[in-house]
């Protein structure tokens, strides 16, 4: 079945650890999407990329970084600048615009 | 920048009752696309419903419909006939990647 695959699940970091979020998915689409989700809030937009070998800071893009080497790909590291690291994390991807965002189903970090 | 206001943080519903969920909306864009996602409490991001900001009709998908303003910039759901299993979070969001803070929804047995 295509779809999107987020590993882990759940990821525990330690104080000035850097961590990377997989994200992978099979559907053919150009563009990929990681958000954040705190409790009780809506998501949003970290990082997102249109392309292969490009990508774009969204709102929240301090602390994170990601690369997008291949079109299937779009893993995201949470670096130790990031204060705050602990919420939910969804990745996504698209086709053609104005076609709905497919999700993944989320990876949990938390630190220790 | 683009801004999406969910008034409603929590709101409850008769099993086979209908429920609005709403949501307005700020952009300055000519062309836009509006969406609606249902989150339950797995976690993953299940899409609703779309709307783009030149159809003429309101959008329907199955019990699921859109009460699209634009003058008013609002784009409301309409559950309609819920069962328990639509007791979720439902998010709105306006071109892609701008949401809103989301309405918790619980249908009442």
């Known amino acids: 079945d295509g779809g999107i695959t987020q590993s882990p699940k759940y990821l525990f970091r330690k104080e000035g650890q850097n961590v990377t979020l997989s994200c992978e998915q099979n559907?053919?689409?150009?563009?990929m999407y990681w958000y954040r989700q705190d409790p009780g809030q809506g998501l949003r937009l970290i990082y997102y990329s249109q392309i292969v070998n490009d990508f774009q800071k969204g709102d929240i893009a301090e602390g994170y970084s990601v690369s997008r080497e291949k079109k299937e790909s779009f893993p995201l590291t949470v670096t130790s600048a990031q204060k705050n690291p602990t919420a939910f994390y969804l990745c996504a991807s698209r086709g053609q615009t104005h076609q709905p965002q497919h999700f993944g189903d989320g990876t949990r970090l938390s630190i220790l | 920048a683009q801004k999406i206001t969910q008034t409603q943080p929590g709101m409850f519903v008769q099993e086979k009752e209908a429920v609005t969920l709403d949501c307005t909306y700020d952009t300055s864009d000519q062309s836009y696309g509006l969406f609606w996602y249902k989150q339950p409490s797995s976690g993953e991001m299940i899409f609703l419903i779309y709307?783009?900001?030149?159809?003429?009709q309101n959008a329907t998908e199955g019990r699921y419909s859109l009460n699209f303003q634009k003058a008013r910039k609002s784009a409301n759901l309409v559950i309609s006939a819920s069962q328990l299993g639509d007791s979720a979070m439902y998010f709105c969001a306006v071109n892609q990647f701008y949401f809103g803070t989301g309405t918790s929804l619980t249908v009442i047995p």
């Open positions: 709307q783009g900001s030149y159809d003429e």
């Open positions: 559907l053919n689409h150009d563009a």
